[in-house]
């Protein structure tokens, strides 16, 4: 680095230093005026609402007096409670009107008033012609009678600003029996009075709308701009206190705006205190401008004292940075100057340390340069090395995996034959297992032929008697139809003495008829008699119709038992074929049952021995797993060994090339 490089940089240096100083100083006063700005704000935000808090305070001393006049005015006075229960206006009048005379010179009390207690006006000092007129909508007298206490209030409307304060008045024994009211009205002048006694404006509003103030109508603010800031939303709606700037006619002015509470606890209004922002303002310019001169005044000083300090320090420094910056391009030549190794101060212990660092890394790199040709040699020595033990491991490798396909292949198939030979054992056994269970269901099955041979010989048997008693009651039945002819016979027989006797009964009454009187009784023996005859006839002919029904009946009894018989043979027929049937049956389930037990016999020989097979088959199984996973281990040691073998080779090439690289980039360094 030449020399007009290190005045350059020392040049720069100095201009750094003194440049960020300044810089600091001045930002420092720049924060601190803007603090001092809003430190003033907030002083006149806050004597704002000191005043207007004395204000309050004077206008409830006020209404605190009014208070004990109501009170007093309230204590029993016979002669208005006389003349108020008489309704004599006049009398009440004359004894209220010395007490307003009284207030109004003492207090200042504008309004004196009396209603009854259905809120009717009874008296008013102020307008004694006004009586008798509703006031029930006043909230001040509808929280007194509801309430039955004395309460103050403002009263605020289009027609002025008033305090107003009413209770109750009682009879002797203490009953209601009225509404006292006190009131004053605040005029325009009270208010430029509080501005004169208090140095600040007073403004009181009905809602948003400007209605007394002691300032000049060109400087309030109006509707809008309340609305623009919040005021009305945070005074009228959310009845809390807004501070803060307003500009009215081009000029600024500090506010304190409080809400103002009506009898029933709703705003009703606001009431305000402002001044001007413009002495604040010029106070802040002024301590603005004294404190930039002051700046300035300061940094020149301290530039014409502390350079030549800073230029002392800072030279020594670009020197060594000169130094530092020739070791960074790997010439140790270049020395620091001997001079500055005779500071005393911190610029004496950085030349000594340079100078070591120098030394300490000349020595490392002769060693380096010894040390780097020795790890060459050994590196490419390690690399050949590694290349051949790579070569023969990976030739294992591929013999190992050759031995492991084989050793995988065989334990499939010993795998898959005991697998076969288990599934043939277990069908063995289960045929072992049916033909046992079919032998025993053969024995069962004979037991059961033996059974129904016996129910078909027994049902043989029955039939064959079902036959001989068919036989007999064919013959009992023809030997009935024999007798109920002979019933036909009598019946007739019967039937022919009933008409013969009817005849003779007709021919004895006719007689009967002849003999007149003497033949009467005669008369009435053939009348009976001829009756005997006719229900005898009347009998014959049932008698014969049950007969001949029962005729038919026996006539279709023979049928049927002839059927029957048909029949009956037909199954005697049928059931000796069965019988002959089931010695055939019995004859092949013994044969059956000797086959299955045979087949028994040779399936349970089998099972045992595909038992043994399968056993084998797992032994020889479980040898080739276990074979298998060893090769696989010893492959999977070989593929780490592999692994291992290539990184080393991996990190030989690089410990060779490194070791090259090293070489080249000691040359570099001059020494």
């Known amino acids: 680095m030449n020399l007009d490089k290190k005045l350059k940089l020392n040049l720069k240096l100095q201009v750094l230093v003194v440049a960020a100083i300044l810089v600091s100083m001045t930002a420092l006063q720049i924060i601190s005026a803007f603090r001092t700005s809003g430190f003033t704000d907030e002083i006149a935000v806050n004597t704002l609402h000191d005043k207007i808090t004395a204000y309050n305070f004077i206008i409830e001393q006020e209404l605190e007096q009014f208070e004990q006049v109501i009170d007093d005015i309230g204590v029993y ?43 009717t006006a009874f008296y008013r000092a102020d307008a004694p012609n006004r009586y008798g007129d509703d006031v029930s909508s006043d909230l001040l007298l509808q929280q007194v009678t509801s309430t039955q206490t004395t309460i103050s209030t403002y009263d605020i409307t289009e027609e002025g600003v008033a305090i107003r304060v009413a209770g109750i008045f009682s009879d002797q024994y203490r009953n209601p029996i009225a509404i006292i009211e006190v009131g004053r009205e605040i005029p325009a002048k009270d208010m430029q009075a509080m501005q004169a006694g208090f140095g600040v404006d007073f403004t009181i509003f009905l809602r948003d709308q400007v209605l007394i103030s002691s300032k000049s109508d060109g400087s309030l603010p109006t509707a809008s701009q309340l609305q623009q800031r919040n005021v009305s939303e945070q005074v009228l709606n959310k009845g809390e206190m807004w501070q803060g700037r307003l500009a009215s006619s081009g000029e600024d002015f500090f506010y304190t705006i409080m809400p103002v509470f009506g009898p029933d606890n709703s705003v009703i209004g606001m009431i305000s205190s402002s001044t001007s922002a413009e002495p604040f303002d010029r106070q802040n310019r002024t301590d603005l401008l004294i404190g930039v001169a002051f700046q300035i005044i300061v940094q020149v000083v301290f530039f014409f004292v502390f350079y030549p300090i800073i230029n002392y320090k800072i030279s020594p420094i670009a020197s060594m940075t000169n130094v530092i910056a020739s070791i960074a391009n790997y010439d140790y030549k270049e020395r620091v100057p001997d001079k500055f190794f005779k500071h005393a101060d911190e610029i004496g212990s950085m030349a000594t340390a340079i100078e070591q660092m120098q030394n300490n890394t000349k020595d490392l790199i002769m060693q380096l340069q010894d040390n780097s040709s020795i790890v060459a040699g050994s590196s490419d020595e390690l690399l050949q090395l590694s290349e051949a033990t790579l070569n023969s491991l990976k030739l294992m490798e591929e013999k190992i995996h050759s031995i492991q396909e084989v050793s995988e292949t065989q334990t499939h198939i010993a795998k898959d034959s005991s697998r076969a030979m288990e599934e043939m054992a277990s069908g063995i056994g289960q045929v072992a297992e049916t033909a046992a269970s079919v032998t025993e269901e053969s024995a069962n099955m004979r037991i059961n032929a033996d059974q129904g041979k016996v129910v078909v010989s027994n049902a043989v048997q029955q039939m064959n008697e079902i036959q001989a008693s068919a036989k007999n009651i064919a013959d009992t039945i023809d030997q009935l139809v024999e007798g109920l002819d002979k019933i036909n016979v009598f019946v007739s027989t019967i039937n022919d003495i009933s008409e013969q006797t009817n005849l003779l009964a007709l021919n004895a009454s006719i007689e009967a008829a002849r003999a007149g009187e003497h033949g009467r009784g005669f008369a009435v023996v053939a009348e009976e008699v001829r009756k005997l005859a006719e229900s005898s006839a009347q009998s014959t002919r049932e008698i014969n119709a049950i007969v001949q029904e029962i005729k038919s009946i026996t006539n279709d009894t023979v049928k049927t038992i002839g059927d029957n018989q048909k029949e009956t043979i037909a199954g005697i027929n049928s059931v000796k074929e069965v019988d002959s049937i089931f010695i055939s049956i019995l004859n092949s389930i013994g044969s059956v049952a000797e086959k299955i037990e045979s087949l028994s016999a040779v399936s349970e020989q089998m099972s045992a021995g595909a038992q043994e097979v399968s056993a084998s088959v797992n032994e020889v199984s479980t040898i080739s797993t276990q074979a298998n996973e060893d090769t696989h281990e010893i492959a999977n040691q070989i593929q780490e060994q592999v692994n291992a073998i290539e990184q080393i080779n991996k990190s030989s090439e690089h410990l060779s090339k490194l070791s090259h690289e090293l070489e080249d980039m000691i040359e570099r360094f001059k020494i």
């Not at 010395?98 to 009390?109: E, M, Y």
């Open 77 to 119: 006075n016979p002669a208005i409670v006389r003349a108020f229960e008489q309704n004599r206006r006049s009398s009440v009048s004359h004894e209220l009107d010395a007490i307003f005379a009284n207030l109004s010179r003492q207090l200042g009390i504008t309004s004196l008033r009396m209603y009854d207690l259905d809120l």
